[in-house]
């Protein structure tokens, strides 16, 4: 485990405009999402790129340094300058839910000193991205889960969910979950490129899950991504998210403090 976490105090965050990325499952894109929007946000407001930041409260499963960590990725793909530790203050290499595989690091994690962590990064940006861990009800600490930490944040949730067959069920729960916790959510992204995605020739419930979503939920979604999706180039990036989604309740969701020289969104 590494961490560069200095602070454990219950200091609150210095503002909570933001955006909580969270998933029905681990895999299904969340980190792709998180840096496809960042890239937009950031080049709609040239010149303040810098408001938008991105956060990656705890990652598990690989080791910082080989650019594979959710950190090292979102840094890349969403054209970010800051060192990937400072995007994430806790990284376990066990790839396990973050209270477990803290736990066998030897770690004990609070929400508190997790939330302390991003301190810095709230101070430098306007906005924050926040990309949770596997789903919402995955545990974060011995007491806690995702959701609670999105709770705490004051965020609305952004939920990330496989297009195909089998995801109006995770998604309606997913939904259900954060409901019952008070927390509210801005919309739906469905993700072609999910790493478990079955091809869409061979599912024909593709077509459909998006508006059983909207029907059953009242959740609007926001379009599906293709696979193929470049993490690369955050300009190509960001062109191929414009077109895929809708990103008006992206917008709506992130009111933009007025920025200096009197620019809002486009
Ligand atoms: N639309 C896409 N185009 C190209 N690759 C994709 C796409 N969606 C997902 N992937 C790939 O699928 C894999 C899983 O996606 P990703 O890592 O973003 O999931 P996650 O929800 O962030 O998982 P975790 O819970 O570990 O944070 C990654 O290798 C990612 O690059
Ligand atoms: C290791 C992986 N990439 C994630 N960061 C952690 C996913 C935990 C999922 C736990 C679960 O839902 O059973
Ligand atoms: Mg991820």
Redesign the pocket.
Known sequence: MSSNSGSTSNAPLPHQNGLFIT?TD???????VTAALAAVLRAERPGLSKEVGVWKPVQS?ERMGAGRT?AERLVQAAGLTDAPEELCAYTFEAPLAPAVAARLAGVRLTIEAVIASAIPLFQRYGTMLV?G??GAAVPLTEKELVADLIVKLGMPALI?ARSGLGTVNHTLLTIDKLRSMGVTIAGVVL?????TATSSCDDPSVNGNAALIEQYSGIPVWGT?????P?HSPAQLAERTRKALDLSALKAALPMAPAAGGADWS
């Open positions: 998933g681990t895999g299904v894109g969340k980190t792709i499963g959710d990309e861990a596997g990330v993700n072609d490129g999910a790493a991504l293709p696979r193929g999706l993490e």
